[in-house]
Nanobody, 120 residues
Framework: QVQLVESGGGLVQPGGSLRLSCAASGRTFSGNFMAWFRQAPGKEREFVAGISWSGAITRYADYAQGRFTISRDNNKNTMALHMNSLRPEDTAIYYC?????????????WGRGTQVTVSS
């Protein structure tokens, strides 16, 4: 069993930055992709960014490209998402996922999410 815990969400003004973290424990999967997804109120969950085991492969949703940066530290079983130039439309619950065999999924394990609110 894998446990994923997200942290770092909060309230930020438009144009601000946040750093989300995901800590994995339990059975961890070497060689697997990890990713961030998000779900805004009334919308379906969507892919934000994904990263390969080595970090050599990363992929971003169009809206995240150039503003968000995904990274991982396999020694610490953690993953991060640095978000800059945040917009009100980035408001959502952000979820960490692991166990993927491709960068965009599907993913087997999910965290409970962390709320990000972008508002003045």
């Amino acid at each position: 069993q894998v446990q994923l815990v997200e942290s770092g969400g909060g309230l930020v003004q438009p144009g601000g930055s946040l750093r989300l973290s995901c800590a994995a424990s339990g059975r961890t999967f070497s060689g697997n992709f990890m990713a961030w997804f998000r779900q805004a109120p009334g919308k379906e969950r969507e892919f934000v960014a994904g990263i390969s085991w080595s970090g050599a492969i990363t992929r971003y949703a169009d809206y995240a490209q150039g503003r968000f940066t995904i990274s991982r530290d396999n020694n610490k079983n953690t993953m991060a998402l640095h978000m800059n130039s945040l917009r009100p439309e980035d408001t959502a619950i952000y979820y960490c996922a692991t166990g993927g065999t491709t960068v965009t999924g599907p993913y087997d394990y999910w965290g409970r999410g962390t709320q990000v609110t972008v508002s003045s």
